[in-house]
Nanobody
Framework: QLQLVESGGDLVQPGGSLRLSCAASGLSLDSYVIGWFRQAPGKEREGVSCINRYGYGGSTSFIDSVKGRFTISRDNAKNTVYLQMNSLKPEDTAVYFC????????????????WGQGTQVTVSK
């Protein structure tokens, strides 16, 4: 059984940076696509970015406002996927979740079978 644990969320000022981690246990992440999602209070969960299975290369950003600011990457040796977030804005405030599936990258939550518990990111002065 694949288990995912997010970490790295924090309170940060606008313009600051954070790196979120999604650590896996139980199974190797090599054969899974990993997506990052976020959910702000009163809003639906939205796909942020996704990285393909190991060896297939490539990643996708689903939100125009994070392109050029957020970068997804994976460290197979550590069985961990990261979301580097730079130039953070107040509108990035949300709970961030990572999710895994063996099919293909999707911007929709329904496309993933495994979820972490989330980590809070708050961007504020």
């Amino acid at each position: 059984q694949l288990q995912l644990v997010e970490s790295g969320g924090d309170l940060v000022q606008p313009g600051g940076s954070l790196r979120l981690s999604c650590a896996a246990s139980g199974l190797s992440l090599d054969s899974y696509v990993i997506g990052w999602f976020r959910q702000a209070p009163g809003k639906e969960r939205e796909g942020v970015s996704c990285i393909n299975r190991y060896g297939y290369g490539g990643s996708t950003s689903f939100i125009d406002s994070v392109k050029g600011r957020f970068t997804i990457s994976r460290d197979n040796a550590k069985n961990t996927v990261y979301l580097q977030m730079n130039s953070l804005k107040p509108e990035d405030t949300a709970v961030y979740f990572c999710a895994a599936d063996q099919s293909h990258c999707s911007r929709y939550a329904s496309g993933y079978n495994y979820w972490g518990q989330g980590t809070q990111v708050t961007v504020s002065k």
